[in-house]
T-cell receptor
Framework: DQQVKQNSPSLSVQEGRISILNCDYT??????FLWYKKYPAEGPTFLIS?????DKNEDGRFTVFLNKSAKHLSLHIVPSQPGDSAVYFC???????????FGTGTRLQVFP | DTGVSQDPRHKITKRGQNVTFRCDPI?????LYWYRQTLGQGPEFLTY????????KSRLLSDRFSAERPKGSFSTLEIQRTEQGDSAMYLC?????????FGQGTRLTVV
C-alpha cells in the first residue's frame, strides 16, 4: 500500500524555467510534509517542509504548495538551475508518529 | 562536520555473515531513525529511537535485524545471517522533531 505517490518518475526542464514536482498521498492523518533532494551515492538532503495548517511555504527558489482536500502537494523550483538535477522525494508524517513515509522519487534533469 | 555520520560507507559481506553499522547523529537531536533504500525506491522506514528508547519498529525489520541506541547517543544496526535480499543502502537520520537530517548512508552488498 503506497501511501505517498510520485507518479512522474522523471522530469526534464530547461535552465531558467519552472520545475514542478508533484506528490499525492492517501492517508488523511498525515500532518507534516517534506521534500528531499538526493544525489547518487549520498543520503537525502532536506529542502523544505510544510505543516498541514498551511497551504504554502516558500524558501528562496523553492515553494511547496499543499492542497489538503485533494491530498496533493507540489514543489516549485524557480528558476531551475543545472545543479538542481537530482532525484526528489516527497515524504509525509502522521499525527501520532515520528516516522516519515517516502514516495518513490522523481528524477529532475535541468538542461542548459 | 556536525552532520549525521555513518560508518562504514561501504560493506561487502558473504551471505550468512553478520554485519554491524554505526550512526552518530547530530549531537542535540534526540530522535534517530534507520531507513533502507533499494534501487528505484524511496527510503523505507525500519525503526526509530527517541533518546535511548526504541519507539517504533517496521514489520520490514525481521528477527535478523536489531538496533540499539545506548545512552541515547550513537546507534548501531546489526543484521545477522545476511541474505542477498539485504543488499541496499542503509540510511540513518536524526531530528529534534521537525525535518530529519540524513547521513550519507552505508551501502551493503551481500555476495
Amino acid at each position: 500500500d503506497q501511501q505517498v505517490k510520485q507518479n512522474s518518475p522523471s522530469l526534464s526542464v530547461q535552465e531558467g524555467r519552472i520545475s514542478i514536482l508533484n506528490c499525492d498521498y492517501t492517508n488523511s492523518m498525515f500532518d507534516y510534509f517534506l521534500w528531499y533532494k538526493k544525489y547518487p551515492a549520498e543520503g537525502p538532503t532536506f529542502l523544505i517542509s510544510i505543516s498541514s495548517i498551511k497551504d504554502k511555504n516558500e524558501d528562496g527558489r523553492f515553494t511547496v504548495f499543499l492542497n489538503k482536500s485533494a491530498k496533493h502537494l507540489s514543489l516549485h523550483i524557480v528558476p531551475s538551475q543545472p545543479g538542481d538535477s537530482a532525484v526528489y522525494f516527497c515524504a509525509a508524517r502522521g499525527v501520532n508518529t515520528d516516522k516519515l513515509i517516502f514516495g518513490t522519487g522523481t528524477r529532475l534533469q535541468v538542461f542548459p | 562536520d556536525t552532520g549525521v555520520s555513518q560508518d562504514p560507507r561501504h560493506k561487502i559481506t558473504k551471505r550468512g555473515q553478520n554485519v554491524t553499522f554505526r550512526c552518530d547523529p547530530i549531537s542535540e537531536h534526540n530522535r534517530l531513525y534507520w531507513y533502507r533504500q533499494t534501487l528505484g525506491q524511496g527510503p523505507e522506514f525500519l525503526t526509530y529511537f527517541q533518546n535511548e528508547a526504541q519507539l517504533e519498529k517496521s514489520r520490514l525489520l525481521s528477527d535478523r535485524f536489531s538496533a540499539e541506541r545506548p545512552k541515547g547517543s550513537f546507534s548501531t544496526l546489526e543484521i545477522q545471517r545476511t541474505e542477498q535480499g539485504d543488499s541496499a543502502m542503509y540510511l540513518c537520520a536524526s531530528s529534534p522533531r521537525g525535518p530529519a537530517f540524513f547521513g550519507q548512508g552505508t551501502r551493503l552488498t551481500v555476495v
